[in-house]
DNA sequence: TATGAATGAGACTTCATTCAT
DNA sequence: AATGAATGAAGTCTCATTCAT
């Protein structure tokens, strides 16, 4: 992970704002150096173009999002615990972050993102990624179901980002106790149980 | 929901694959154009404008997606198994469908949809929808968890998508067992199941 | 003068009145088919294009002045007297009809008039133009000031053009009296008087 | 009255040359960029669209012919002649200027000047228009009669327009001598006078 | 006669990028 | 390192005109 300037830091929040609110397709270069108060061509002193200034924002994004996981997995011991305080940091993150949340969205999903492989990208498949080793731990404890990691994790990510997503562009507020069902029914789903069924 | 015109349907479809291709931005009307065969000038025939063409292509594909569940509704009797075949229409749909699949992450995200309350349309959260009702009757019925129906659709929604992507996205093919395993895990989250812990 | 159908003065009227609100370049024949209740076709049928429409619509409202000039003519037999009649009724005219006004006054002057000698057309320099006929008269009766027709024809046209634009454009509504001067003032600049000088 | 840059005197110059030859239909953005010796977008770096483009050599222009009649003003000392050379002047700058005597023309009559009021504008009925002024002060002194201001101001300003436009595009050249009884004309009608009628 | 769907050239405008300062 | 005027390719959209019905 490179260090930023504060002009880098300054033009990357610019893009995150504009582009939360109009798109990729809206948020000019200029729109970015007005607002990130630089000049046009300072832009392209720190980044070669457009998909060069998106891409590093990506990966300047991405790292946050491993930085508060990490956080997060410190804070409790038993892992059921750890795992619902990584499920909730994650959703707070989105929440307080909603620029970053539709960035991913919109990044993930663009052709600015050329091979689609961005979709689960290398930080999250290699043992960088503290997610993928915390399922895989919990795999060889026998906590986790024995399935594929992948699939464990897009079992985890895609409902934090979806009720993310609910809580921010509905009217249908999560408050805590919504919060803790929805942990407790992801971890339901993840879970090695011993389930006995309605009778 | 209205028809449409051979020409019509022509310039959806010219749409859908070059969103796929190349996302919004890389899909000029005049390529829309040439790839359903007509003149430019034709689809303003049709389509205000390309905010209004991408507007009515959502609905329509909506409108497929709404048919799918129906249509996978009516296949099995018993709730569970009902509930797996709805699941599986669904995540079929997506794969077979990639490019309305994109263009649902894509629309649902951007300044197209003027107002982020598509994210959860109409579509879903009145009696129109069918899974939404599917949802309510399975509440009634002490087969779901007694929670808000919203959760609830996001919780098996999320998934479907995110799966379907990871199949289409990544080398990571998931095969029929694969699929019965998700679809079981998912139904763990939702289900109001007696469970017993791991000793 | 050839007559014109129906359909003929509706396209005729929808011209006027769009081409009023909005120029030339904000009518496109599609609006002037639309207000005419007919068919953009059916338009074609009985015009050229819009060249040929503005050309015989310019001809057709430059015929309902010559209409008035003689019409007002008649009325008074004292060549003042008849002088004042016709500057008025041309004056009303314009004010009430303010669309042909417009039309004129953006006719001449574009290059839809592919020569400028529609500024002063055939129509106001031949034997047909009454006004032009009315002028001569005056002059070979010494009532008017002897140089050329055309520079007292200006004298007096320009004016009226002008005071209706005022009065039609501006807060500044003209009544019966300021009329009367206005009259009174145009016809001292044209008639050959005796004049003794402020002392 | 702003100053404006090398590059947008060129814009304004090929502006006027091409609305005179082809009218504001005629004249697109590119082609007065081309004529201009810029690029179309910096045609955009310095007017926000074609509308502002003529909205501001409107003003521009304007701003030529109050300088004119400031500077015609200072010539003579006695009233009737000052009025001479003013009238003269402006009729000079519009024979000089057939551009902008055309673009005036068709900038008033059309829909680019939003509200009709621009065809007496501000500069024309406030402190700022020399002419209105000095109209004022021939009407105090005695000179002129005693009518509205806007009257007089008409009488002397269309008929210099309308002669200017009989001079440049019919084949009716006027001559010194021409000028000379036309400016004696208006005077006739805008001066206060003893007049003896022919006997 | 009359229709109006279809055409496609061309208008206005935007914006990623460059470069002289 | 920083600026922002300048560029021009490319995008969205309009509209005069045609033609099968």
Redesign the pocket.
Known sequence: METY?T?QIAIFNATLQLVEERG??????????EKA??????????F??????LKELYAFCRHQLVEVTIEAAKEKNEYKEKFKSIWIALYNFYINNSQILIFFELYINSPFSKNKQNYKTEEDTTESSPLYNFINIGKDNGQLKNITTDILLIQILSNCVAYAKLHLFTQHNLNVEDIDIIVEMTWDAISQSNKVENQ
Chains 1, 2, 3, 4 share one sequence.
């Open positions: 300037s002009k990729f397709h809206g948020t000019p270069m200029s729109a970015v150096a108060k630089v000049a046009t061509g300072t832009i392209y002193h720190y070669k173009g457009k998909d060069q200034l």
